[in-house]
């Protein structure tokens, strides 16, 4: 009587450095949805299937976790404005510097996760350690562009200042909502142009 063969192929273990990526994919989905204060480490690690004392003993803490998700995001956009500067040569009186760095931020901030964190972030100043964090990944995106672009402190705040406008339009859903308001419909449409295409228009 033949036989029959089982299969002996060891179940596939995931290493360290890929079961953190997992955790920190999975905090920011969960920090996107409640922010800081309403999501717990427990909420994290359901998330992302492993137990909440792995969580807390690969992090230390969940504000420790927080502010390693929110700088993963502000790395985020500073390399997103890197691979851009990066093909073009500095001149900050020329608009397609300008609008590459507009569209590079615009499509990068439609990942609803990526955006969500960051607002809660720049919102979570009561928390003195991510009001800390806040403040550096202000303070690093102004430089990049003062250093990159040469610009005058005033072009680079007119920047970062449409960038927030964007934060805002996005986080209230406002080019999903955008034909329920005639004004919204154009306040989108000055602030995104093309990117989101025919839908915030």
């Keep these: 009587m033949?036989?029959?063969?089982?299969s002996t192929k060891p179940a596939t273990r995931m290493s360290a450095p890929e079961r953190r990526e997992l955790i920190l994919a999975a905090a920011s989905?969960?920090?996107?949805?409640?922010g800081y204060a309403g999501t717990?480490?427990?909420?994290?690690?359901?998330?992302?299937?492993?137990?909440?004392p792995y969580v807390v003993?690969?992090?230390?803490?969940?504000?420790?976790?927080?502010l390693e998700v929110f700088r993963r995001a502000g790395d985020a956009i500073m390399a997103a404005f890197d691979a851009e500067l990066d093909k073009l040569e500095a001149d900050p009186h020329h608009d397609e510097i300008w609008d590459a760095l507009a569209s590079a931020y615009s499509e990068l901030v439609t990942d609803r996760d990526l955006l969500l964190v960051m607002m809660h972030g720049f919102t979570g100043g009561a928390v003195p350690e991510?009001?800390?964090q806040a403040r550096e990944c202000m303070s690093a995106i102004?430089?990049?562009?003062?250093?990159?672009?040469?610009?005058?402190?005033?072009?680079?705040r007119e920047f970062i200042a449409q960038g927030m406008l964007l934060n805002v339009l996005l986080a209230m859903q406002a080019p999903e909502h955008a034909h329920q308001d005639p004004a919204l419909a154009e306040l989108s449409s000055c602030a995104f142009g093309d990117t989101l295409g025919p839908s915030a228009s």
Excluded at 29 to 34: P, Y
Excluded at 40 to 52: K, N
Excluded at 142 to 155: A, F
């Design 2 to 6: 033949a036989s029959v063969e089982t």
């Design 29 to 34: 989905r969960a920090f996107a949805v409640g």
């Design 40 to 52: 717990s480490t427990d909420a994290v690690a359901r998330e992302a299937g492993v137990s909440q």
């Design 57 to 66: 003993r690969m992090f230390g803490s969940k504000v420790e976790l927080f």
């Design 130 to 132: 991510i009001g800390a």
């Design 142 to 156: 102004y430089q990049q562009l003062i250093r990159r672009t040469g610009c005058t402190p005033e072009r680079a």
